[in-house]
């Protein structure tokens, strides 16, 4: 099976993998992680990002992109440059599909919030919430809790993780203590992330009209594809325009990631993916220019989108609704559904009050943002039937 796939030595394989803590047979016909993006696909948590934020909450319109069609979008870019870098593609979508799969309801807004309220628990952060979704939070199999899955796509999951959690986690998070790497999967996927949210954000803060062509012309990535476009279509419609601009800059920035990484891995010469991991920086990477052109893009989205005053009004509305619904169950869990009641109360005889608050950070973590707000009003509209 791995050698049509045409593997580079320094590549993740699968007969290679570090395994799963729960020892399984191997996978008739597929790969083991092929079985991976196969179990993150058919999981809960992968099916409620269709009504999670990445900028516009879900009511808002059905034409913004969600965290299910982020999650693809940067599948569909991680599998393009894993496949020109002869990495495993289904390791590199996978670790796409699954890394925000801990995202809470509202985006990063409703992050800030629980993080907030979780400050004296220990703190709360997605992509951790990531890993505890797949290693625990998950309940489908007979014979283990979560997704059993590999440790390559536990590791490319972690992206980022503070030195101290990281002893906690062990050795998916070591590279956080050692100063090491992932893999070149995880490594095409952290950068793929980036790509896809800021491009597409772009082309969704035109549609809402909280951004301006006239705006965005001041961004110098943005500019350059804008010429083009419209001196080879002066009379194009500015919804074509648009979607001409935007895939010309996707494309530009993953020309220069496949040909920027391909001189570093060159240059580096690991034979395998242990050199990888023992490499002193990472070697998917892009130009020194497009990175800074990529820093504008995100300067300008920071400033005239992300703290446009719609956004933030739902910013704070979305900080209230968790901070409420957190305070409502840490005062008394028996408000929680009775599945979660368990829970909460397992992890409390564990921890103690800290066991509390993870577990009901689980379960709003959890949420849609449809089913946060229409469980705010549960709790706290007196006319609302609970």
Not at 300 to 318: C, D, G, N, P, S
Not at 346 to 364: K, S
Request: with cysteine.
């Amino acid at each position: 099976m791995e050698q049509a796939l045409n593997l580079a030595p320094y590549a993740a394989h699968d007969d290679a993998s570090r395994g799963r803590c729960f020892p399984e047979a191997p996978p008739h016909y597929r790969g083991e992680f092929q079985r991976d993006r196969d179990r993150i696909i058919h999981s809960a948590a992968f099916r409620r990002l269709e009504y999670k934020t990445q900028v516009f909450v879900n009511h808002e319109g059905d034409m913004f992109r969600t965290r299910l069609t982020h999650s693809v979008e940067v599948a569909q870019i991680t599998r393009t440059v894993a496949r020109l870098l002869n990495l495993h593609e289904d390791l590199s979508e996978g670790i796409a599909l699954a890394h925000d799969l801990g995202h809470t309801p509202f985006g990063h807004a409703g992050q800030d919030a629980l993080n907030h309220c979780m400050k004296e628990y220990g703190g709360f952060e997605h992509n951790l919430q990531s890993l505890r979704v797949v290693d625990l939070l998950e309940e489908k199999y007979a014979e283990f809790s979560g997704l059993n899955l590999t440790f390559e796509t536990r590791e490319g999951i972690l992206k980022h993780c503070a030195p101290a959690k990281a002893r906690a986690l062990g050795p998916v998070a070591a590279r956080f203590v050692d100063g090491g790497q992932p893999s070149l999967e995880a490594q095409v996927t952290n950068l793929a992330d980036e790509i896809a949210y800021n491009n597409h954000d772009v082309d969704d803060g035109l549609r809402a009209e909280l951004i301006t062509i006239g705006q965005l012309r001041e961004v110098a990535l943005f500019r350059e594809q804008h010429d083009e476009v419209m001196g080879r279509w002066p009379d194009l419609s500015a919804r074509r325009a648009i979607h001409e601009v935007i895939r010309r800059m996707i494309n530009r920035q993953v020309v220069d990631l496949v040909e920027t990484s391909r001189a570093a891995i060159a240059a580096a010469g690991p034979a395998t993916i242990d050199d990888v991991r023992q490499s002193g920086e990472a070697l998917v990477r892009s130009s020194a220019g497009m990175r800074e052109q990529h820093l504008e893009l995100k300067r300008f989205l920071r400033e005239h989108l992300y703290r446009h005053y719609r956004v933030h009004r739902m910013t704070i509305k979305a900080g209230r609704i968790v901070r409420g619904l957190f305070q409502a169950f840490m005062d008394d869990p028996r408000t929680l559904p009775p599945d979660f009641q368990d829970k909460v109360r397992v992890y409390e005889d564990d921890q103690g009050r800290p066991g509390r608050a993870r577990g009901v950070a689980d379960y709003i973590a959890g949420m849609t943002d449809r089913f946060a707000i229409n469980e705010y009003q549960r709790l706290f509209n007196p006319t609302e039937l609970t």
